[in-house]
């Protein structure tokens, strides 16, 4: 259930420059996709909580990973093993199984934060997953070892070339979204989004995708967080109604 | 604890700003909803309202814009939700926006026979609905003529909400108070805007948006002191309280209670830890009740 925590912090480890992966020493019974809302300082400065997405989870551990952006990130990284942490979840939707037995799940960036625990989930629940991993540059794809181990086929994407094929990740995956009889995940960059949601749409393929936006509240009492829903004078919170949507609720495709 | 405001009774005065906290069910997960003074729900429209198109927040220093534009799910639909806020015993106020005197009787129309229903907040003030809201608030005459006709249009209290984005705050609260108001309460967000260098162009969708939290609390402080000093009717002062320490600043400037906005976003619990902190103040300092510290600061300015 949705509540208040104080976690104490167990590993605060650099995974990259810029880049940091924060273990928590308890599970709040978090699914795939979902997210909390980190306080990163004791007073009201920086105002707001920051979004953070469940990069993996289990009953005596919740692990976060994130990229150093502004402020928030920066106090957050700051904060040391044996610190607490106040946060606010489980939050949002997750990433729903369905009678597929396979899977392509498509990452830009830091968009494969909760991408992480999808593949776990995945894996668990017997699908065959085929992964593509996009980011700017080598350094920029975290983790590496830990995500191929969890997929059945895995490709990566560079922007220059440095690893894996130099394309975007969406001209990667396209031929799989293309052929194989499979529900799409995908979390990255808008543009990388609309583009997988547009070819699960074409080869008639079930899409998730996870969006983010600037939040306030997180629990769907401010209205801020909204999202246009396709086709309708409507609006929905990224908040409670997603973070994960499916694709065609969202996108003009 | 007590205080009496607009001929209600309230266990406490601390409540959550209007369009802070819903309809109250998303908070109920985190404390017990009869822990408050009153329940503020979301500005409710005649009809249903999709709002404005996002980017619709902005964080800023020490607070936040917002441009929401009173996305609500009109007065019938928020029949049902104010009916549930019933389970916790805590009177509910509804804050009630429109574009013209009649789609603000509308509302009423649609919500007066709820017995749930303690009072109307009438919300004279919203920066971020282009046609409505604000031109409400910022001509006394006008005021007081909508005042008058609402007046007509319900027996319940009405509380009018005042806008900080006029000239002199004092002319619109005495025109509320002839029109026949119960009480007053004070500010809504103050009309800013943010620009993003990256992108070059404004951050919200809307340009400009309403600014709320601890940025605005010396503003709001101040208007407060200045209603609660140009006329008799109860004050609820709102603006930038984060923590018991900052409601009894309002309180002891002349608010009768307080509101808190966007705080909750930061801090869920911030509404019942303010009431126990006021509680302790009161107790700590040898003071019997909460009125004994309403207006005390200008007492004492005044010594
Ligand atoms: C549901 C959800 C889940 C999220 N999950 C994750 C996650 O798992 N991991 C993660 O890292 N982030 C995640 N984010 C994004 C994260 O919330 C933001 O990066 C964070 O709030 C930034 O806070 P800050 O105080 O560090 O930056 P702020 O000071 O608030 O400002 C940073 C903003 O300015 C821009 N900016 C500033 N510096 C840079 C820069 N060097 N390069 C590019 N842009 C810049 C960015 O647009 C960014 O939004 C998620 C967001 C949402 C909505
Ligand atoms: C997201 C958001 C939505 C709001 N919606 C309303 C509204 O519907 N009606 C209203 O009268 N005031 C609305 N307000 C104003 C608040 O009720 C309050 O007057 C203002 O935010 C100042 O208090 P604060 O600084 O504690 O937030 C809103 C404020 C915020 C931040
Ligand atoms: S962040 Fe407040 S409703 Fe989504």
């Known amino acids: 259930m949705l509540k208040l925590h104080t976690l104490k912090i167990i590993k605060q480890e650099p995974v990259a420059p810029g880049y940091q992966r924060l273990t928590l020493a308890r599970g709040i019974a978090a699914q795939a996709g979902q997210f909390v809302q980190v306080r990163a300082s004791e007073t009201f400065d920086p105002f707001l909580r920051r979004p953070i997405s469940v990069h993996d989870a289990a009953e005596d551990r919740l692990v976060l990973l994130y990229r150093t952006v502004g402020r928030g990130t920066a106090l957050l990284a700051a904060k040391k093993a044996g610190e607490?942490?106040?946060?606010?979840?489980?939050?949002?939707?997750?990433?729903?199984?369905?009678?597929?037995?396979?899977?392509?799940?498509v990452a830009g960036g830091?968009?494969?934060?909760?991408?992480?625990?999808?593949?776990?989930?995945?894996?668990?629940?017997g699908k065959q997953v085929s992964f593509f991993y996009g980011a700017r540059t080598e350094a920029e794809l975290l983790l590496r070892e830990e995500y191929r181990a969890l997929a059945t086929n895995y490709s990566e994407a560079t922007d220059d070339g440095s690893a894996g094929s130099r394309a975007l990740v969406?001209?990667?995956?396209?031929?799989?979204?293309?052929?194989?009889?499979?529900?799409?995940?995908?979390?990255?960059?808008?543009?990388?989004?609309?583009?997988?949601?547009?070819?699960?749409?074409?080869?008639?393929?079930?899409?998730?995708?996870?969006?983010?936006?600037?939040?306030?509240?997180?629990?769907?009492?401010?209205?801020?967080?909204?999202?246009?829903?396709?086709?309708?004078?409507?609006?929905?919170?990224?908040?409670?109604?997603?973070?994960?949507?499916?694709?065609?609720?969202?996108?003009?495709? | 604890?007590?205080?009496?405001?607009?001929?209600?009774?309230?266990?406490?005065?601390?409540?959550?700003?209007?369009?802070?906290?819903?309809?109250?069910?998303?908070?109920?997960?985190?404390?017990?909803?009869?822990?408050?003074?009153?329940?503020?729900?979301?500005?409710?429209?005649?009809?249903?309202?999709?709002?404005?198109?996002?980017?619709?927040?902005?964080?800023?220093?020490?607070?936040?814009?917002?441009?929401?534009?009173?996305?609500?799910?009109?007065?019938?639909?928020?029949?049902?939700?104010?009916?549930?806020?019933?389970?916790?015993?805590?009177?509910?106020?509804?804050?009630?926006?429109?574009?013209?005197?009649?789609?603000?009787?509308?509302?009423?129309?649609?919500?007066?026979?709820?017995?749930?229903?303690?009072?109307?907040e009438i919300n004279i003030s919203c920066p971020n609905v282009k046609a409505g809201g604000m031109a409400f608030g910022t001509d006394p005459a006008v005021v007081a003529a909508l005042v008058r006709e609402l007046r007509c249009a319900t027996k319940k209290p009405l509380i009018i909400k005042l806008s900080p984005?006029?000239?002199?705050?004092?002319?619109?609260?005495r025109a509320a108070a002839e029109g026949g108001a119960d009480a007053l309460s004070l500010i809504n967000t103050l009309l800013g805007m943010a620009i993003d260098i990256e992108r070059r162009r404004p951050v919200l969708a809307n340009l400009t948006g309403g600014l709320s939290g601890p940025a605005i609390k010396p503003v709001a402080l101040r208007m407060v002191w200045q209603v609660t000093s140009a006329?008799?009717?109860?004050?609820?002062?709102?603006?930038?309280?984060?923590?018991?320490?900052?409601?009894?600043?309002?309180?002891?400037?002349?608010?009768?209670?307080?509101?808190?906005?966007?705080?909750?976003?930061?801090?869920?619990?911030?509404?019942?830890?303010?009431?126990?902190?006021?509680?302790?103040?009161?107790?700590e300092n040898g003071f019997a009740s909460v009125r004994e510290i309403v207006g005390l600061a200008k007492k004492e300015w005044q010594k």
């Open chain 1, 110 to 125: 830091i968009g494969a934060a909760p991408l992480y625990y999808l593949l776990r989930t995945l894996k668990r629940a």
């Open chain 2, 231 to 283: 006329v008799e009717i109860p004050v609820i002062g709102m603006g930038g309280i984060t923590n018991a320490r900052d409601a009894i600043e309002f309180l002891m400037a002349g608010a009768s209670a307080v509101a808190i906005g966007a705080a909750n976003f930061t801090n869920p619990l911030v509404c019942p830890e303010t009431v126990e902190g006021i509680r302790s103040y009161l107790a």
């Open chain 1, 84 to 105: 607490t942490l106040d946060l606010l979840g489980p939050l949002g939707s997750s990433f729903p199984l369905t009678d597929r037995a396979q899977a392509v799940v």
């Open chain 2, 1 to 120: 604890m007590t205080v009496k405001i607009a001929g209600l009774s309230l266990a406490n005065p601390v409540m959550p700003a209007s369009g802070c906290f819903g309809y109250g069910e998303e908070y109920a997960p985190f404390f017990d909803l009869s822990r408050l003074g009153a329940v503020v729900v979301k500005g409710t429209t005649a009809e249903p309202c999709a709002g404005n198109p996002p980017p619709r927040l902005a964080e800023t220093t020490g607070g936040m814009l917002n441009a929401i534009g009173l996305q609500n799910p009109g007065a019938a639909a928020a029949r049902e939700k104010i009916v549930a806020l019933q389970q916790w015993s805590v009177p509910v106020i509804v804050n009630v926006s429109g574009h013209s005197a009649a789609q603000y009787r509308a509302v009423i129309e649609v919500l007066d026979d709820l017995s749930a229903l303690a009072a109307y």
């Open chain 2, 165 to 173: 984005n006029v000239t002199d705050v004092t002319a619109i609260a």
């Open chain 1, 170 to 253: 969406t001209d990667l995956a396209a031929p799989a979204i293309a052929s194989l009889d499979a529900t799409v995940y995908a979390c990255g960059p808008s543009p990388m989004l609309k583009e997988v949601a547009r070819l699960a749409d074409y080869y008639g393929r079930s899409c998730f995708v996870s969006l983010e936006a600037q939040l306030a509240c997180g629990v769907g009492a401010c209205l801020g967080c909204v999202v246009p829903v396709r086709g309708q004078e409507k609006y929905r919170r990224v908040c409670v109604d997603g973070p994960v949507f499916a694709a065609g609720e969202v996108f003009f495709c």
